[in-house]
């Protein structure tokens, strides 16, 4: 089974900050790997999958690099709406696998 | 315009079992893997399985093994996950999603399913 580590579990910063979570894979996984975001109370919602393609609708703050074990999720410019949940996914082979998670607070 | 809509909250006795529904409509029901996730309260989210509605062939994690089951009804376009032997560590919110993009991505979600299991 493939573990993800995901880190920070929560980072502290302002509005208009540049941040960056990094996801980390226990196998090479390629680019198998997606990012969604999660609001309080609400459903998760995919924003990067393929390491890099941004889903349709995501604004363009929203970044995603990485390939083999080594990942990262880089938002520029943030936005009061974006101190939320962050959770990395690979989709590289079953059994599918989360990240703890990193909650990004103001 | 897709959408997964899912069966209300329950209420669970430790060694109950707990089925819930994620009835599918908006697309073409066989070309996409359905899977289901889950979140304790205040943790992550938890891959428990994934099924093909085409065919029906299904994969579960490890940790589910002999105790969960997931089901395609075709002729109600509707996906079932079944539970047995509720610990309390069940305690959850129940997600059912599609995968669309690549079928192992959680592209589009059902508004998720509270299952309690209290004494």
């Known amino acids: 089974d493939i573990q993800m580590t995901q880190s920070p579990s929560s980072l502290s910063a302002s509005v208009g900050d540049r941040v960056t979570i990094t996801c980390r894979t226990s196998q090479s996984i390629g680019t198998y790997l997606n990012w969604y975001q999660q609001r309080p109370g609400k459903v998760p919602q995919l924003m990067i999958y393929g390491a890099s393609s941004l889903q349709s609708g995501v604004p363009s703050r929203f970044s995603g690099s990485g390939s083999g074990t080594d990942f990262t999720l880089t938002i520029s410019g943030l936005r009061p709406e974006d101190f939320v949940t962050y959770h990395c996914?690979?989709?590289?082979?079953?059994?599918?696998?989360f990240g703890q998670g990193t909650r990004l607070e103001i | 315009q897709v959408h997964l809509v899912q069966s209300g909250a329950e209420v669970k006795k430790p060694g109950a079992s707990v089925r819930i529904s994620c009835k599918a409509s908006?697309?073409?029901?066989?070309?996409?893997?359905l899977h289901w996730v889950r979140q304790a309260p205040g943790q992550g989210l938890a891959w428990m399985g994934i099924i093909n509605p085409s065919g029906g062939s299904t994969d579960y994690a490890q940790r589910f093994q002999g105790r969960l089951t997931l089901t395609w009804d075709s002729s109600t376009t509707t996906l079932y996950m079944e539970l047995t032997s509720l610990k309390s560590e069940d305690a959850a919110i129940y997600y059912c999603?599609?995968?669309?993009?690549?079928?192992?991505?959680?592209?589009?979600w059902g508004q998720g399913t509270l299952v309690t299991v209290s004494s």
């Open positions: 996914q690979q989709s590289y082979s079953i059994p599918l696998s």
């Open positions: 999603a599609m995968g669309v993009t690549r079928p192992y991505n959680c592209d589009y």
């Open positions: 908006g697309y073409s029901f066989t070309n996409y893997y």
